[in-house]
């Protein structure tokens, strides 16, 4: 009787091993595994994109916090980024540099040296985060890393590097930086207006200005 009992037991797992080999991607063995996965996710990790190959870049002019935690005017961006085969921003992880140039000019055709360059580590970048119509997106505020009042034209260039040491940039943003006193009031500008306007679209109305607290995360330390 025993032996009958194991024979039938063993039956049933070659069984069960056959079904779960010839089974389509929602067989019983990989179901239990999508249960305990959160949307949007891979094994518990955020789903990104290994295959950067284009990188959108949104700027305006705009009040924050420098590298010194003092007032600072600067560039508030959003910054997307799209695989071969996306339609909209993806997620990334890789080290992100952020180039910004002074006295921009885009007719020059001289080498061009970055005033400074700010970078990001995964984990930091990753802080940046947001998800929305546009798909995955990253938002944040470079200072302007010299101190005097005066109107200034600044190019800025996104690079993004994979975690297998790929790259690819953004072309140069050119963009005008009003007086000091002029940035402060540009600063109430909202981001949907903005961002509308640089996509075509009619600019949104009846929209509260968003608290800069909300679209700016301090920095690292240089």
Not at 42 to 49: C, D, I, S, Y
Not at 71 to 76: D, E, L, T, W
Not at 142 to 155: D, L
């Amino acid at each position: 009787m025993r032996h009958k009992s194991f024979k039938w037991l063993m039956m049933a797992c070659v069984s069960l091993a056959t079904g779960i080999g010839c089974s389509s991607s929602s067989s019983l063995f990989r179901d239990p595994v999508r249960l305990v996965r959160e949307p949007g996710t891979l094994f518990g990790r955020p789903r990104v994109e290994k295959h950067v190959v284009r990188i959108v870049a949104l700027w305006e002019a705009s009040h924050g916090k420098g590298v010194d935690e003092k007032p600072s005017r600067g560039f508030a961006g959003q910054i997307l980024f799209f695989g071969p085969k996306s339609e909209t921003g993806a997620r990334v992880r890789g080290h992100v540099n952020i180039y910004q140039y002074d006295e921009f000019d885009n007719a020059s055709e001289e080498e061009l040296t970055p005033l400074h360059t700010f970078t990001f580590h995964p984990d930091t970048w990753d802080l940046h985060h947001t998800e929305g119509t546009l798909g995955h997106s990253y938002s944040c505020f470079i200072p302007y890393m010299r101190k005097h009042k005066e109107q200034v034209n600044c190019g800025l260039k996104v690079e993004f590097v994979s975690e297998d040491g790929q790259s690819v940039s953004s072309e140069i943003t050119e963009i005008r930086l009003p007086s000091r006193s002029a940035t402060a009031t540009a600063a109430n500008i909202t981001r949907g207006f903005v961002r509308e306007a640089q996509l075509g679209g009619k600019p949104a109305t009846n929209t509260a200005p968003p608290s800069l607290d909300s679209l700016t995360i301090p920095l690292p330390k240089q």
